[in-house]
């Protein structure tokens, strides 16, 4: 298996684009990366899109996209896992640059939420449930969420102690040029929001919108970013079906895979980007990573460690909460951001001599997830 690497990064700012098909999203980040890389094809792509077929009323996306690009012949493949569709497709197409299979892949990840009505973005969410036992109660990702927030509340942290979660990432995301919100956002104002599904607040929850980021992946060749680790793992779908539904296994295993797979240990991480759609899938997934043992996550949030000059950085350009959350698209900005990071490229964002990072990114509560870790090459 060949090593890997980022040899290009596109994106555009997540905002409403009204006047913009999914097409022309998926396309200006596309030829960006494609820029950035240095060249003018690719053997393969791959869109990661979550909810294209629902709110687009569109099949076939993969072709669709590929067709917007100009290049008919391209190889495509639609990835979609739920909200982790970014961090799947990335998984995929390293795997198909490490086998030698492609000696260029993009990965684009592309998401459009503006012009559809809030109700069908929420029923969208929630087909990442169980239909058949779970979804059907009319219970929505909110809903599910805020149980989960309540139980760790009743046994580890108080409400602003996980609402922290968010108020860091509004911190990060200030002077963030791609960032839906980049503005600093108070505890009091965030815990003084409406109740979005009791006990989590409108401002604790990650907003509507349209983005798109790709990645190009070429083998490695000892310089810039190199792909460490990648896994992907799954579990129960239903919470109520697991031991413990504080514990999110899916995080906790593929992490642990993809640490093994770069022989590194939580330790080693210099920065983390965590899926914080809601405060506390946040929380849960600094715990998942092992960067804070479990029912210490809000501990670590409330601490100095995860501040861009803290021990352990985390969503240093905000994260879902302010950066954006354009679904099938996220997990490409993560990396996206950790690879500027340890490309030196972040500005004001920069941390310090960085090198090693990981993105989480989840499906469902949890049911999937990926871990990618990315490693600066040292020459």
């Known amino acids: 298996m060949r090593k890997v690497k980022i040899a290009g990064v596109g994106l555009i700012r997540v905002s409403e684009y009204w006047d913009k098909p999914i097409q022309s999203l998926f396309a200006e980040a596309s030829m960006k990366s494609m820029k950035d890389a240095g060249i003018d094809a690719v053997d393969k792509v791959y869109v990661s899109n979550m909810g294209g077929s629902l709110m687009q009323d569109q099949l076939n996306l993969a072709a669709v996209m590929a067709d917007s690009l100009g290049t008919p012949g391209l190889p495509a493949t639609r990835i979609e896992a739920g909200s982790a569709s970014g961090g799947v497709a990335f998984h ?3 795997q198909a640059v490490a086998s030698g299979y492609s000696d260029a892949v993009m990965v684009t990840g592309v998401e459009k939420l503006s012009d559809i009505l809030p109700e069908v973005v929420t029923t969208g969410l929630a087909m990442a449930e169980e239909q058949e036992y779970t979804a059907y109660t009319g219970v929505t990702k909110a809903g599910i969420a805020a149980m989960i927030h309540r139980l760790y509340m ?14 860091k990432s509004h ?3 200030v002077g963030c040029k791609h960032a839906q919100y980049p503005f600093k956002m108070s505890l009091q104002r965030a ?9 989590i607040h409108m401002m ?9 980021a790709s990645l190009i992946l070429v083998p490695a060749d000892d310089e810039g970013v190199e792909v460490a680790g990648t896994a992907v793992s799954t579990d129960y779908t239903s919470i109520a079906a697991r031991q413990d539904p504080l514990e999110m296994k899916a995080i906790k295993t593929a992490a642990d895979r993809a640490y093994k797979m770069a022989k590194i240990k939580a330790t080693d991480i210099d920065l983390a980007e965590v899926q914080d759609d809601f405060s506390i899938n946040g929380v849960l997934g600094i715990e998942g990573l092992g960067l804070a043992k479990p029912g210490k996550g809000a501990k670590l949030v409330n601490s100095d460690d995860v ?6 950085p985390v969503n240093t350009f905000g994260g879902l909460k302010a950066r954006g959350n354009p679904l099938g698209a996220t997990g490409i900005y993560q990396l996206a951001e950790i690879a500027w990071q340890l490309q030196g490229k972040a500005g004001d964002h920069q941390i310090p001599d960085a090198k090693i990072g990981v993105a989480e990114n989840m499906g469902g ?3 999937i997830c990926a871990v990618n870790v990315l490693r600066r090459a040292d020459k």
């Open 204 to 212: 604790e929850c990650s907003g509507i919108g349209d983005g798109a």
């Open 307 to 312: 501040d861009k000059e803290g021990k352990i």
């Open 154 to 167: 009743d046994l580890y942290a108080t409400p602003e102690e996980v609402c922290m979660m968010a108020v």
């Open 171 to 173: 911190e990060h995301a």
């Open 191 to 199: 815990m003084s929001s409406p109740m979005e599904a009791d006990p």
């Open 92 to 94: 995929e197409a390293v």
């Open 365 to 367: 509560m949890a049911s």
